[in-house]
């Protein structure tokens, strides 16, 4: 059995299978009744979605780490407050291949985890009451307690009173056909801007019983965006009987045996392919330093070479230096400083770009030719990004 709480200036529960099963007041009042119904089970706090922005981000990496570091500035625009006080929740990709994003303050959120915390809630999820409306292929509308939740096909959404329901349905760019989803009551109030709507767009009409949170929460999946992230971020305990955790067991047994045989049949590979470069690179070692003899570490000659002094560390940073630079020329980005740490076989460039995408994208390339490229610290200029980039070669300490 799930227990439903919105927060707000008027706050709601509902509780499914219950007696009562819904209500509405201070959140004193429904503390009090919420104890005398004997719930078990999750717990989804919901948050008013005209106090949330729902939009979408693309972020061209797909390590988690870097997606989050990158997403503040890529939404950064969009923003009405400053970026240090907000609160950035990641979803899943839409159907465009961009992240859905759920962006509130942070002094907001302390505020819900704070209410909760006092009447003994502690929820398993927090999300959106937009969220929790129907969608679709097209544009869907719930309407409930005099507002409009519209779910656009991007799978966002924006929470607006229900007098510029069709103000806000003509901003979207492409809202295909339009279901709206509300009571009789409700239905007869917005005949005008469902007409309105009609004018550019094929619009269904449904009627539904509740005008309430009970509406929402009829639609809930268990998969929406989950705003307990970062600081708010909960572990959920997952119960179970013994046949579960059988199956745990036996899946996790057979997932190490395959990741044992892949690794093994990975570690053959790769030793035949070293091998058969390491007889390579001694061939075209000798052929253009005929004069060399008894030579056993190969790249510690080659780079010896190359330096021009025998120095190992020079060859090494100048092989390290060559196969970044290589990548330079078209990535956008402006180098301010470069530093090499010799102890530590680190080549750290200073950066300057436009957008920090092209701090991430220039990483991803860097990993994907071998080497291991970490993003440092990112900070946003007036009409710039400045960021840091420390790169090592394949295997280096």
Same mark, same amino acid.
């Given at each position: 059995?799930?227990?439903?709480?919105?927060?707000?200036?008027?706050?709601?529960?509902?509780?499914?299978?219950?007696?009562?099963?819904?209500?509405? @007041?201070?959140?004193?009042?429904?503390? @009090?009744? =919420?104890?005398?119904?004997?719930?078990? !089970?999750?717990?989804?706090?919901?948050?008013?979605? /005209?106090?949330?922005?729902?939009?979408?981000?693309?972020?061209?990496?797909?390590?988690?780490?870097?997606?989050? *570091?990158?997403?503040?500035?890529?939404?950064?625009?969009?923003?009405?407050?400053?970026?240090?006080?907000?609160?950035?929740?990641?979803?899943?990709?839409?159907?465009?291949?961009?992240?859905?994003?759920?962006?509130?303050?942070?002094?907001?959120?302390?505020?819900? +985890?704070?209410?909760?915390? /006092?009447? $003994?809630?502690?929820?398993?999820?927090?999300?959106?009451? %937009?969220?929790?409306?129907?969608? $679709?292929? @097209?544009?869907?509308? %719930?309407?409930?307690?005099?507002?409009?939740? +519209?779910?656009?096909?991007?799978? %966002?959404?924006?929470?607006?009173?229900?007098?510029?329901?069709?103000?806000?349905?003509?901003? +979207?760019? *492409?809202? !295909?056909?339009?279901?709206?989803?509300?009571?009789?009551?409700?239905? /007869?109030?917005?005949?005008?801007?469902?007409?309105? =709507?009609?004018?550019?767009?094929?619009?269904?009409?449904?009627?539904?019983?509740?005008?309430?949170?009970?509406?929402?929460?009829?639609?809930?999946?268990?998969?929406?965006?989950?705003?307990? *992230?970062?600081?708010?971020?909960?572990?959920?305990?997952?119960?179970?009987?013994?046949?579960?955790?059988?199956?745990?067991?036996?899946?996790?047994?057979?997932?190490?045996?395959?990741?044992?045989?892949?690794?093994?049949?990975?570690?053959?590979?790769?030793?035949?392919?070293?091998?058969?470069?390491?007889? *390579?690179?001694?061939?075209?070692?000798?052929?253009?330093?005929?004069?060399?003899?008894?030579?056993?570490?190969?790249?510690?000659?080659?780079?010896?070479?190359?330096?021009?002094?025998?120095?190992?560390?020079?060859?090494?940073?100048?092989?390290?230096?060559?196969?970044?630079?290589?990548?330079?020329?078209?990535?956008?980005?402006?180098?301010?400083?470069?530093?090499?740490?010799?102890?530590? $076989?680190?080549?750290?460039?200073?950066?300057?770009?436009?957008?920090?995408?092209?701090?991430?994208?220039?990483?991803?390339?860097?990993?994907?030719?071998?080497?291991?490229?970490?993003?440092? +610290?990112?900070?946003?200029?007036?009409?710039?990004?400045? @960021?840091? =980039?420390?790169?090592?070669?394949?295997?280096?300490?």
């Amino acid at each position: 059995m799930t227990l439903f709480i919105r927060l707000g200036e008027v706050c709601e529960w509902y509780c499914p299978n219950s007696e009562p099963s819904y209500g509405s @007041g201070s959140v004193d009042a429904i503390a @009090g009744v =919420i104890k005398d119904i004997s719930w078990s !089970g999750d717990a989804v706090a919901i948050i008013p979605g /005209d106090r949330v922005l729902l939009t979408s981000a693309a972020v061209p990496s797909r390590q988690a780490r870097q997606i989050v *570091q990158a997403l503040p500035f890529v939404v950064e625009e969009k923003l009405a407050v400053d970026v240090d006080d907000c609160h950035f929740s990641l979803g899943e990709k839409n159907s465009d291949g961009e992240f859905t994003v759920a962006v509130n303050t942070l002094d907001e959120m302390r505020n819900y +985890i704070s209410v909760l915390s /006092d009447i $003994g809630i502690e929820p398993n999820l927090m999300t959106v009451d %937009t969220l929790l409306a129907r969608a $679709g292929d @097209g544009t869907a509308v %719930t309407i409930e307690n005099h507002k409009a939740h +519209i779910r656009p096909p991007d799978g %966002t959404g924006i929470c607006v009173p229900v007098n510029q329901l069709a103000l806000a349905v003509g901003l +979207i760019e *492409q809202p !295909g056909t339009v279901d709206v989803y509300a009571s009789e009551s409700s239905i /007869d109030q917005l005949k005008m801007e469902i007409a309105q =709507i009609e004018v550019n767009n094929e619009v269904t009409v449904h009627s539904e019983p509740h005008d309430d949170l009970r509406t929402l929460a009829e639609s809930y999946r268990g998969s929406e965006l989950n705003l307990l *992230q970062g600081e708010f971020q909960v572990s959920r305990e997952v119960q179970g009987d013994r046949p579960i955790w059988r199956s745990a067991a036996i899946l996790a047994g057979c997932t190490f045996l395959l990741h044992v045989s892949l690794v093994f049949g990975q570690g053959i590979y790769l030793d035949v392919m070293g091998a058969k470069h390491e007889q *390579q690179a001694r061939a075209l070692y000798q052929e253009i330093f005929p004069r060399d003899r008894n030579v056993r570490d190969i790249r510690r000659r080659w780079n010896a070479h190359v330096s021009g002094s025998g120095s190992v560390a020079d060859g090494e940073f100048l092989q390290l230096f060559r196969d970044t630079a290589a990548h330079l020329p078209g990535s956008k980005l402006v180098v301010n400083n470069i530093n090499y740490n010799e102890s530590r $076989g680190d080549l750290i460039l200073q950066l300057t770009a436009t957008q920090s995408e092209y701090l991430v994208e220039f990483s991803q390339t860097l990993n994907k030719v071998g080497l291991d490229a970490e993003i440092g +610290i990112i900070s946003q200029q007036e009409d710039s990004v400045r @960021g840091s =980039i420390k790169i090592k070669s394949f295997g280096g300490a």
